[in-house]
C-alpha cells in the first residue's frame, strides 16, 4: 500500500493544471521542434542555421515573459495570467497558420512565445505549493511524456500531409485541450514553508533571484535544456541520414516516447530518498550521453537507434529533478518560474547553436558543444545542492524524522 501511495500525487488537480500549462502550452513548442525545424526548412525553403534563428526568436520571447513575471510568481493570479497567455499562443498559432512571409512569422512567433512563457512560468511556480514539489515534478512529467507520445505519432502525420501550416493549427488545437485543466489551477501561492535562500524575506519580494543559489540554478536549466535542444532540433534530420523514412521515425519517436515514462515516473517513486546530488548529477551524466549517441549516431544506425530510445527516460527524469530543486529553493515559486524562463532561453539558443556548429563542423563538432555543456550543467548545480543540503543540516535537530533517517 505504501508503494502505492508513493505513485499517487498529493493532489491531481496540482498535477493536472500544472503539467497542462507549464508542458501542453509552455513546452509544446519543443516536443514539436524535430517537425518544426524540418517543415520549416522545406516549406520556406531555409537552411538549418535559418530554421534555428526562427525557433529561437520564439523561444527568446517565451525566455522573456518568463522572466518579466518570475519576481511576482509570490502573488500574482497564476490562473488568469495561464489562461490569458493559452490564449494568446493559440490565437498566434492559428495566424502563423496562414502567413507564408517569413518576417511577419517571426513576429507572430514572438507573440505565440510571449503566451507559451506565462503558460511556463505560472504552471511551474505551482510546484513549489506542494509538500514534495520533487515528486509532483515527476508525476507532471509522466504527463508530459504521454503528450509527447501524441504529438509524435500526430504531428509526423500532420506535417506528412499539410506541412507548416498544419503543424501550426495542430499546435492550436493541442493547446485549446489544455484549456480544460489550466482552470483547477490555483490562483495565488500557498507557500508552506520559508526558502532556504531566504528565511525572512518578505512574500512577493524578488530579491531572492539575486541569491547565488537561484542565479547558478537558472544557468543550469538554461545549459541544461541548450544541451537538449542542440541535438533534438536535428533528431529527425539525422534520422533521415542513417536511412530512417518519415514514417519510420515516427513510429521510433513515439515508441521512444513511450519508454521515456520510466524516467519520471522513477523520479516519482524515488523522490528524496537518496537524497537530490547523486540523482541529479546521475541525471545530468545520463541525459548527456544519450545526446552525444543520436548526434554521433549520423553514420550508425544502431548508435542513433539506441541514443533515441532513451531520449526521454534521461530527459523527464532529469527534468523532475531540477524543476524539484528550483521549486525547494523557494516555495513561493519565483525562482523555479524564473528558472523557465532559462530553459526556455535554452530552447532559443539551442538550435541556432547547433545550426552554426553543423554548418561549421558538422555533427562532429555539435557534439564538442554538447559535451562542454554536460561539464558546465555539473558544475552550476553544485552552489543550489549545496544550499539545500545547508537547509536540511540546520533543520534537522527541530526535525526528528529527519534525524533518524
Not at 516536443?31 to 520549416?40: H, K, M, N, Q, V
Not at 542542440?230 to 530512417?244: D, K, N, P, Q, S
Not at 519510420?248 to 519520471?264: C, K, N, R, Y
Not at 527524469?317 to 528558472?339: C, H, I, M, Q, W
Request: proline share 4%; with cysteine; charged share 10%.
Amino acid at each position: 500500500m505504501k508503494t502505492i501511495r508513493n505513485l499517487l500525487p498529493e493532489s491531481w488537480a496540482l498535477v493536472f493544471s500544472a503539467a497542462g500549462s507549464a508542458y501542453g502550452v509552455g513546452l509544446l513548442g519543443l516536443w514539436a521542434l524535430p517537425f518544426l525545424i524540418s517543415a520549416i526548412i522545406n516549406d520556406l525553403k531555409l537552411n538549418e542555421v535559418e530554421a534555428g534563428l526562427l525557433m529561437s526568436a520564439e523561444f527568446g520571447f517565451t525566455m522573456l515573459a518568463s522572466l518579466l513575471i518570475a519576481p511576482f510568481m509570490g502573488r500574482a493570479p497564476r490562473r488568469t495570467l495561464a489562461l490569458l497567455g493559452t490564449l494568446l499562443a493559440i490565437v498566434a498559432n492559428l495566424i502563423s497558420a496562414n502567413i507564408d512571409h517569413i518576417y511577419t512569422l517571426a513576429a507572430v512567433r514572438c507573440i505565440a512565445g510571449i503566451g507559451a512563457g506565462l503558460a511556463l512560468a505560472c504552471g511551474n511556480a505551482s510546484v513549489s505549493s506542494a509538500k514534495q514539489p520533487d515528486r509532483i515534478a515527476g508525476h507532471m512529467n509522466v504527463l508530459s511524456v504521454v503528450l509527447m507520445i501524441v504529438v509524435m505519432l500526430g504531428y509526423a502525420k500532420v506535417m506528412a500531409l499539410y506541412g507548416l501550416s498544419g503543424l501550426y493549427y495542430a499546435m492550436a488545437a493541442t493547446m485549446a485541450v489544455m484549456l480544460l485543466a489550466i482552470p483547477a489551477m490555483q490562483q495565488r501561492s500557498t507557500s508552506i514553508a520559508p526558502s532556504p535562500l531566504s528565511p525572512t524575506a518578505k512574500s512577493g519580494s524578488g530579491n531572492i533571484l539575486l541569491s547565488l543559489p537561484a542565479i547558478c540554478m537558472m544557468l543550469a536549466m538554461f545549459v541544461f535544456q541548450a544541451r537538449d535542444t542542440m541535438g533534438w532540433a536535428f533528431v529527425e534530420r539525422i534520422g533521415t541520414m542513417v536511412g530512417y523514412s518519415g514514417a519510420e521515425l515516427g513510429m521510433l519517436l513515439s515508441l521512444q516516447s513511450v519508454v521515456g515514462l520510466i524516467g519520471p515516473l522513477l523520479a516519482a517513486i524515488i523522490g528524496k530518498r537518496f537524497g537530490l546530488s547523486t540523482p541529479v548529477i546521475l541525471a545530468i551524466l545520463l541525459s548527456g550521453g544519450t545526446s552525444l549517441a543520436y548526434v554521433l549516431g549520423e553514420h550508425s544506425k544502431f548508435l542513433y537507434t539506441a541514443g533515441v530510445m532513451t531520449i526521454c527516460v534521461t530527459y523527464f527524469y532529469a527534468l523532475s529533478y531540477l524543476t524539484g530543486l528550483a521549486a525547494a529553493l523557494d516555495r513561493e515559486g519565483r525562482v523555479v518560474a524564473a528558472a523557465s524562463g532559462f530553459l526556455s532561453l535554452g530552447l532559443a539558443v539551442g538550435p541556432a547553436i547547433s545550426g552554426g556548429l553543423i554548418s561549421m563542423g558538422g555533427f562532429t563538432l555539435a557534439a564538442w558543444g554538447i559535451g562542454v555543456t554536460v561539464v558546465l550543467t555539473l558544475l552550476l548545480v553544485i552552489v543550489p545542492l549545496a544550499s539545500i543540503r545547508r537547509e536540511h543540516s540546520t533543520a534537522s535537530p527541530v526535525l526528528p524524522e529527519a534525524a533518524a533517517a
